[in-house]
């Protein structure tokens, strides 16, 4: 039987453990009892408090429909206000709530932390070239060298990012990387690390392997960990707010939003060349062709998208995992996303997809409320 898509909005009790640790001052919800009132979605603790909650009824309906109508066997879309960190939109498909759940390998959206722990080395740019062959579909021991006799092909770390090439990164990595300055990064990023959000959720798995062939492969994003949809949209909103690690939040506060910004993740100057870099994803990279209408026109005139794609398939039973997470407008960020759908080798439709959809409610809704 077909999953239904479900408004997560906290794990069952059996998904807490053993991932999930109490945490002072974190929440958490009964999802069996989340609905509407007075125009608010609000859910009790486990004690039967009752909570109001950030999410917006309308941006709730359209993810819940754009992710029934992408038919993946598990899949998620979270949506996130960079300026406040409000969650605006939940939702999940499948037998688990796969935002909050570490349930995907993170693919070459982990190359965004790749990238920012390059450029905060200083040793790199986006000019910086790098020559290559092969790696498409899996890097090997032969492949992790310079070879002018094999290597064919040459880009930019910055093009490179916006069109996936995994030798790129791999190398780099090796270069001018340590396992410890990947992990280190990925964490302050929100993976491999606690996500500052107000309920229980469980922290993303993380493996950055010391060999030289498994940290070039992880570097790449090849099976280094899981990651949830919830991480990936920290990692993104953080990238938004110039290297700020703004935290999320899904329980509704009283009074107006106090500054509670959690140090920098990441140099400004880092996080604005890495804006730049995501938008090659949407002008001519992996996402060119989505963001774009058949006659080449963009979908979202007059305005730049970052973003960052994700295709990896594996596990048991085998699934196709496509992600796509970023922001909009990227030079003015007001809104994050992180999509994540889990298919069959042969699929119905792609995380980039979703998220232009997604992206696309959201902009209609703004307009209609100005």
Same mark, same amino acid.
């Given at each position: 039987?077909?999953?239904?898509?479900?408004?997560?909005?906290?794990?069952?009790?059996?998904?807490?453990?053993?991932?999930?640790?109490?945490?002072?001052?974190?929440?958490?919800?009964?999802?069996?009892?989340?609905?509407?009132?007075?125009?608010?979605?609000?859910?009790?603790?486990?004690?039967?408090?009752?909570?109001?909650?950030?999410?917006?009824?309308?941006?709730?309906?359209?993810?819940?429909?754009?992710?029934?109508?992408?038919? $993946? #066997?598990?899949?998620?879309?979270?949506?996130?206000?960079?300026?406040?960190?409000?969650?605006?939109?939940?939702? +999940?498909?499948? $037998?688990?709530?796969?935002?909050?759940?570490?349930?995907?390998?993170?693919?070459?959206? @982990? &190359?965004?932390? !790749?990238?920012?722990?390059?450029?905060?080395?200083? &040793?790199?740019?986006?000019?910086?070239?790098?020559?290559?062959?092969?790696?498409?579909?899996?890097?090997?021991?032969?492949?992790?060298?310079?070879?002018?006799?094999?290597?064919?092909?040459?880009?930019?770390?910055?093009?490179?990012?916006?069109?996936?090439?995994?030798?790129?990164?791999?190398?780099?990595?090796? &270069?001018?990387?340590?396992?410890?300055?990947?992990?280190?990064?990925?964490?302050?990023?929100?993976?491999?690390?606690?996500?500052?959000?107000?309920?229980?959720?469980?922290?993303?798995?993380?493996?950055?392997?010391?060999? /030289?062939?498994?940290?070039?492969?992880?570097?790449?994003?090849?099976?280094?960990?899981?990651? +949830?949809?919830?991480?990936?949209? @920290?990692?993104? #909103?953080? =990238?938004?707010?110039?290297?700020?690690?703004?935290?999320?939040?899904?329980? /509704?506060?009283?009074?107006? $939003?106090?500054?509670?910004?959690?140090?920098?993740?990441?140099?400004?100057?880092?996080?604005?060349?890495?804006?730049?870099?995501?938008?090659?994803? !949407?002008?001519?990279?992996?996402?060119?062709?989505?963001?774009?209408?058949?006659?080449?026109?963009?979908?979202?005139?007059?305005?730049?998208?970052?973003?960052?794609?994700?295709?990896?398939?594996?596990?048991?039973?085998?699934?196709?995992?496509?992600? @796509?997470?970023?922001?909009?407008?990227?030079?003015?960020?007001?809104?994050?996303?992180?999509?994540?759908?889990?298919?069959?080798?042969?699929?119905?439709?792609?995380?980039?997809? =979703?998220?232009?959809?997604?992206?696309?409610?959201?902009?209609?809704?703004?307009? +209609?409320?100005?």
């Amino acid at each position: 039987m077909r999953a239904a898509v479900f408004l997560s909005l906290c794990l069952v009790s059996e998904l807490l453990t053993p991932q999930v640790e109490a945490a002072p001052g974190r929440v958490s919800l009964d999802l069996r009892r989340a609905h509407l009132a007075r125009g608010k979605y609000v859910a009790p603790t486990r004690d039967g408090e009752p909570k109001r909650l950030t999410l917006d009824p309308r941006l709730q309906a359209s993810a819940e429909k754009i992710l029934k109508r992408a038919r $993946p #066997h598990e899949g998620a879309i979270v949506l996130s206000d960079v300026r406040t960190g409000k969650i605006l939109a939940w939702a +999940s498909r499948g $037998p688990q709530d796969a935002v909050a759940t570490p349930m995907a390998p993170s693919a070459s959206v @982990f &190359k965004v932390v !790749t990238a920012a722990a390059l450029l905060e080395s200083q &040793k790199v740019s986006p000019m910086t070239r790098q020559c290559y062959s092969g790696g498409e579909h899996g890097i090997e021991q032969e492949d992790l060298y310079d070879d002018r006799s094999r290597d064919d092909r040459c880009t930019t770390l910055g093009d490179a990012l916006g069109h996936s090439v995994n030798l790129v990164f791999a190398r780099m990595a090796l &270069k001018h990387l340590t396992p410890e300055d990947l992990r280190e990064t990925a964490e302050q990023l929100g993976i491999g690390e606690e996500i500052p959000i107000n309920i229980q959720v469980p922290r993303s798995q993380l493996r950055i392997p010391e060999d /030289e062939l498994g940290f070039a492969r992880a570097a790449a994003g090849f099976w280094n960990g899981k990651m +949830s949809a919830l991480s990936a949209l @920290f990692l993104m #909103h953080t =990238v938004a707010n110039r290297g700020e690690r703004v935290p999320l939040s899904i329980l /509704e506060e009283d009074g107006p $939003p106090s500054d509670r910004a959690l140090g920098r993740a990441l140099r400004i100057s880092t996080a604005n060349t890495l804006i730049r870099m995501l938008e090659v994803t !949407t002008r001519r990279g992996t996402s060119a062709k989505v963001f774009h209408d058949e006659n080449g026109r963009k979908v979202f005139p007059g305005m730049h998208v970052a973003g960052k794609t994700g295709t990896l398939i594996g596990g048991k039973p085998t699934r196709m995992f496509s992600w @796509f997470a970023g922001f909009a407008p990227s030079r003015s960020p007001r809104v994050a996303i992180s999509v994540m759908l889990a298919n069959d080798v042969k699929w119905w439709t792609k995380g980039n997809m =979703v998220a232009r959809e997604m992206l696309e409610a959201y902009f209609e809704h703004e307009k +209609s409320r100005h």
